[in-house]
């Protein structure tokens, strides 16, 4: 794959794309091959994982150094000839579906919805169905493997598409921290809002799941009230809003324009229109009506700002095209601050949009440097890596047994929390590379957490409450994310560790390989004392692993748990489990095999590429405040690319978002279809 | 680095600050207005019927559910026990099953289905959709405008961070087993003072605030009409859903501001139940208890008639080793594999639900209307969404209904059906039962029968 600087027309060269099914594939063997089984076309074997590490240039694809690839579409077609052809006929369209009539690859991509129904039920073993010949597991996943890839391969091929463009209603942070801002009060004024959900790549801020109930309404408006009361209070609030009185040349009408304009054009993001603010005034001059002084008539005015869909919607002017046209300048600046801060934006943005010159590469770089450097940049730090590495929920869902862990407290929960929010900012002001997600030689401790850690040296002076940088000694067992003692207490269970989990966990959220689920009706792990006595957790695994079925997907799984297993429930270092040794050793079912968790980790290294891309889905996930769609996933492949040229500098994957296609343009507005939502049941 | 501090947010401590404070107007509305005694007298001498679910994650331990003996004469489970003084007071119903919700995976399926019998699409967020109404929406939908709130959803556990990768399917619906619409989940009140707060001033709601309040909401519908014109299908939806919801309170504030007609008026003092402390209370027994004493006030007083609770959300994971004889947590014991020590203490889960269970139904029973007691004029249902956690088979589920329903409810019985009774057949029967029935729900094929 090429490695020109991001833009946005390069996506378009077809060159590419068909170098790109290809390193897809053997990407997603290459995972596949930890995961589960070993049999994905041929890429699974050695040669094939090294060629997908091996850097590429110059877009040539890379030399084949075994027997070249069967035709995929050759092997998806016999797969369908064998095992679905039969019922799927012409003759017999079982289900309403008749998959001989696809004898293209366009004629699939003409029937998207189709296909990625074909592409679940194969991939969850529904079909084909069970008194049928079974499809071998290996081909199942290869078979929707192959789906998928083909449609983000054909949507890499035509011009850029910017993807869709839902609209995003505020989530409870972004409420919080808009009001935060426009108020300047440190009132959290969305305490009382329901608690959203996670949708998209997983992250709360995305438009499919924030949806509206009958109490938000009641909610919103009660927020604004107690917000605006808080402001009335605080005499530096009040001084931020009213920026004029009335006075013997100002009539009051006019100075309350003025202070509603301006709130407005914060609120909005953007300058309001006339009409807008005839609404407002008309709220100014009920209050006044009402016998409001002038203040309380304002604020009155304001009421009507926090609670209109203009501020609680992310909203964009729309555009009647039938291309993809360049965003505004306005637009975008909203765009980049709740990315960047989950909040507003301020002075400096909307002045920078007022002029236009936001959407200058050279001046959004400039920003964004700004903007990482503010301490503004906090709440979205922690919202995205709690909600990535799932550690938001540590002392709240997530707690450990007080009975065996009494040490486990509020105190070294927040720490648990706090430790890879600091990680992840110190990245970020200083633009780091993000490997050091995966191994670092530094980490952040508190004066609990430097005792917790057993560290010896390098004790940061002054260390109490607040979390500082660390420095390593060299070849110490921790740095990084999944020897933080956060994400090890995310993956145990309350009383114990779970090798299984963990091995998940890091399979999931550092490699963005998500394993099967188990079948129904596993056989247990037994825990009666009979076979529990004298055996280590691990030993008690590799017994249930002696199950075949259970085998085929443990063999990924647990390997990798086992290595972290000198780590107990909490996350706390130890050597001995159930009164044994432990034994940290494990091979991956690549053949490669490690001695402890340091070692899995430089596995983990040299499957790099893998976390780059799952990292770069993320931050584009939480940047577009979306799901990914096929077309975003040609950006990914770019952004990796230009990662990998960039020393996997951060600002470099952050500018990359804001330049790709998803961030710069805006769909055309056809009018969509309506949405099924009649309903069913009754 | 340090942890920045200057970007917390205080959350109710309200900052007096120095100088003139400014005093607003409109915030009469928030200070709870002592009610006058008199409502009693006033209310309507028939009193409505309510209904309430109960919902408990993660099922029950099969062998100690069901009952033994049948009709009248069942002698109460092991798990069932707590309801000893209640026996004459429920209706045990075995082998009802929700058909369409055995499929996908273990339990986002089930739980955002169990209400509504309906199959809930696969996603992560794009296309989320339930494609049914829950049953107490159904009612909801009916009634909901006789009186303040049309219903509350309330429940212990927020939503869960994250999707389910795994299973495919974003963990929004395990959290809501009440929807509006096939793309409308409502939200819940996990906070007994948040909850509390709006019940109450639901019900008292008037004065000078609410023209002020009227103005706003009149401006905010104007600005999301404007915007809904220049709107995508689905984006229009969006908005829709915000408009509805302010139509939805300001309908309420026109019908409390009413003087025509028979306006709403609460037949009993908010007085019954003390304002909950600000923060949620970290026992879960009392965290529970309190969500139950809100169900009953708003019945009491008649803010709502339609309530729904989730003791937790699906797959909930609390960790119950506070009880005696549990060292783990509901879902992982839920998966008992068979083996007796976790059995018991899955065991002891669920008897401590139907503890609370029983407690709810003793207040609504202590509780006179008239003639009758609140109990009589309820219908309070508590299930699970699976029979065994083990097994996450939605067959033969554990189910009860309490109370009379106003006298059409022959309780004290343990009614076994045929196999496979489609459980939207009892959904059919609550909605008669409620005075909002329909001709078909989901799957169900006829009327369950609740009277003997």
């Known amino acids: ?682 | 680095m340090n942890i920045i501090k200057n970007t917390s947010l205080s959350r109710r401590t309200l900052l007096r600050g120095v100088g003139a404070a400014l005093a607003l107007p409109w915030l009469e509305a928030m200070q709870v207005r002592k009610l006058l005694g008199s409502e009693q007298e006033n209310a309507p001498s028939k009193a409505p019927v309510r209904m309430a679910v109960l919902f408990m994650p993660n099922g029950v331990p099969p062998k100690k559910w069901t009952p033994e003996g049948e009709g009248a004469e069942f002698k109460l489970s092991p798990i069932l026990e707590p309801l000893a003084a209640h026996q004459k007071d429920i209706l045990v119903l075995t082998q009802l099953w929700n058909k369409n919700s055995d499929s996908g995976d273990g339990h986002y399926v089930k739980t955002a289905g169990l209400l509504t019998s309906t199959t809930i699409n696969k996603t992560v967020g794009v296309d989320l959709n339930c494609n049914g109404v829950s049953m107490d929406q159904v009612a909801a939908q009916k009634i909901g405008h006789l009186t303040p709130l049309p219903s509350i959803e309330l429940g212990i556990e927020p939503v869960a961070v994250g999707i389910d990768g795994v299973v495919g399917y974003t963990r929004v619906y395990g959290a809501h087993i009440a929807w509006r619409g096939p793309t409308s989940p409502l939200a819940k009140e996990i906070n007994p003072r948040l909850a509390y707060e709006r019940i109450v001033r639901a019900g008292q709601q008037g004065g000078a605030s609410l023209q002020a309040d009227r103005s706003v909401l009149d401006m905010v519908m104007e600005d999301a009409q404007e915007l809904q014109g220049r709107l995508g299908a689905n984006d229009r939806r969006r908005v829709d859903e915000y408009l509805e919801s302010v139509r939805a309170l300001e309908q309420r504030m026109e019908r409390l501001a009413s003087t025509q007609g028979d306006p709403w008026k609460p037949r009993a003092s908010y007085d019954g139940m003390a304002k909950p402390e600000d923060a949620i209370p970290k026992q879960h027994l009392e965290h529970c208890r309190l969500m139950i004493d809100l169900m009953v006030l708003a019945f009491q007083t008649d803010t709502t008639r339609v309530a729904t609770f989730m003791f937790g959300n699906s797959v909930s994971n609390i960790n119950f080793s506070w009880l005696d004889g549990v060292k783990d947590a509901h879902h992982s014991l839920s998966h008992h594999q068979n083996e007796e020590d976790k059995l018991r203490q899955y065991e002891i889960i669920a008897k401590w639900h139907m503890e609370q269970y029983a407690y709810m139904l003793e207040r609504m029973k202590s509780l006179r209307e008239g003639e009758q007691s609140l109990l009589e004029n309820s219908m309070v249902m508590f299930g699970s969404d699976l029979r065994d956690g083990n097994a996450h088979d939605p067959h033969n589920l554990p189910i009860v209904l309490a109370g009379q329903g106003g006298g059409r409810i022959t309780t004290g019985r343990h009614v076994i059906n045929s196999r496979n009774t489609p459980l939207a057949n009892l959904y059919l029967s609550m909605l008669d039962v409620m005075g909002t029935p329909v001709e078909k729900f989901a799957d169900s094929t006829e009327k369950l029968a609740l009277e003997a």
């Not at chain 1, 390193?23 to 995972?31: G, H």
């Not at chain 1, 780590?567 to 706390?572: E, L, M, P, V």
């Open chain 1, 1 to 682: 794959m090429a490695m020109a600087p991001m833009n946005i027309g390069m996506l378009s060269s077809s060159n590419q794309c068909t170098t790109h099914a290809m390193s897809c594939l053997v990407f997603i063997a290459v995972v596949m091959s930890w995961v589960q089984n070993p049999q994905l076309g041929h890429a699974q074997e050695p040669a094939a994982e090294i060629r997908a590490q091996a850097p590429e240039e110059n877009g040539s694809p890379p030399e084949p150094t075994v027997a070249p690839t069967p035709d995929p579409w050759l092997r998806a077609t016999a797969l369908l000839e064998k095992h679905c052809y039969e019922c799927h006929s012409p003759d017999n369209q079982e289900g309403n579906l008749n998959l001989q009539k696809y004898d293209t690859i366009e004629s699939i991509v003409g029937d998207r919805h189709m296909w990625d129904t074909v592409r679940q039920r194969v991939f969850a073993g529904e079909m084909p169905p069970r008194d049928h010949e079974p499809m071998p597991v290996e081909d199942r996943q290869w078979l929707a493997e192959w789906v998928t890839v083909t449609f983000r391969d054909i949507a890499c091929q035509g011009k850029p598409q910017p993807g869709p463009n839902p609209l995003r209603r505020l989530n409870r942070n972004q409420y919080s921290n808009s009001i935060r801002d426009l108020l300047g009060i440190h009132f959290d004024a969305g305490h009382s809002l329901p608690i959203d959900g996670a949708g998209g790549e997983g992250f709360d801020n995305a438009a499919e799941t924030l949806f509206l109930s009958p109490i938000h309404g009641e909610k919103y408006l009660e927020a604004a009230k107690e917000a605006l009361d808080y402001s009335a209070k605080d005499e530096s609030s009040r001084r931020q809003i009213f920026n004029t009185f009335p006075d013997d040349k100002t009539p009051a009408e006019e100075a309350a324009k003025s202070v509603i304009s301006r709130f407005a054009k914060r609120a909005y993001r953007r300058p309001p229109t006339d009409g807008e603010i005839e609404k407002l005034m008309k709220l100014y001059r009920a209050g006044v009506e009402r016998q409001y002084t002038y203040e309380q008539a304002v604020y009155y005015a304001l009421q009507g700002v926090l609670v209109s869909p203009q501020f609680l919607f992310l909203t964009e002017p729309t555009i009647d095209a039938a291309e993809p046209q360049p965003i505004d300048a306005y637009s975008f600046a909203t765009r980049l601050s709740y990315f960047l801060w989950d909040s507003t934006p301020d002075k400096e943005l909307l002045e920078r949009a007022a002029d236009g010159s936001i959407l200058k590469e050279e001046v959004y770089r400039d920003q964004v440097v700004r903007m990482l450097n503010s301490p503004k940049v906090r709440p979205m730090a922690e919202s995205f890596i709690g909600q990535w590495l799932g550690t938001r929920e540590i002392g709240r869902q997530i707690k450990p047994d007080g009975g065996m862990f009494p040490q486990f407290d509020d105190e070294l929960a927040a720490a648990f929390r706090e430790e890879p929010v600091l990680m992840f900012q110190h990245i970020l002001k200083e633009n780091r590379s993000i490997i050091e997600f995966v191994d670092s030689d530094y980490i952040f401790v508190n004066g609990e957490t430097y005792g917790f850690y057993g560290l010896k040296e390098n004790r940061p002076e002054n260390l109490v409450q607040n979390l500082v940088r660390c420095q390593l000694p060299p070849g110490h067992i921790r740095g990084g994310v999944i020897t933080m003692a956060g994400p090890l207490t995310v993956s145990s269970y309350p009383n114990r560790t779970s090798p299984v989990i963990r091995g998940k966990w890091v399979l999931e959220t550092i490699l963005g390989a998500t394993p099967p689920t188990p079948p129904p009706n596993v056989d247990p792990l037994s825990e009666k004392p009979e076979d529990t006595a004298g055996k280590t957790l691990r030993q008690r695994l590799e017994l249930h692993r002696q199950n075949p079925t259970c085998a085929s997907c443990h063999a990924a799984l647990d390997p990798i748990g086992f290595g972290l297993e000198n780590f107990d429930a909490i996350g706390r270092y130890r050597e001995k489990d159930n009164g044994l040794p432990i034994d940290a050793s494990g091979q991956l079912t690549s053949g490669e095999t490690f001695q402890n968790a340091t070692e899995l980790k430089k596995l983990v290294l040299e499957r790099k590429d893998q976390f780059v891309r799952h990292f770069t889905i993320k931050m584009l996930g939480y940047g577009l405040g979306r799901g990914l769609v096929d077309s975003d996933y040609c950006i990914v492949d770019q952004l990796v690319a230009d990662l990998k040229q960039h020393d996997y500098k951060i600002h470099r994957l952050i500018f990359g978002i804001l330049q790709s296609p998803a961030m710069q343009l805006r769909p055309p507005t056809t009018p969509t279809p309506p949405p099924t939502t009649q309903a069913t049941n009754p």
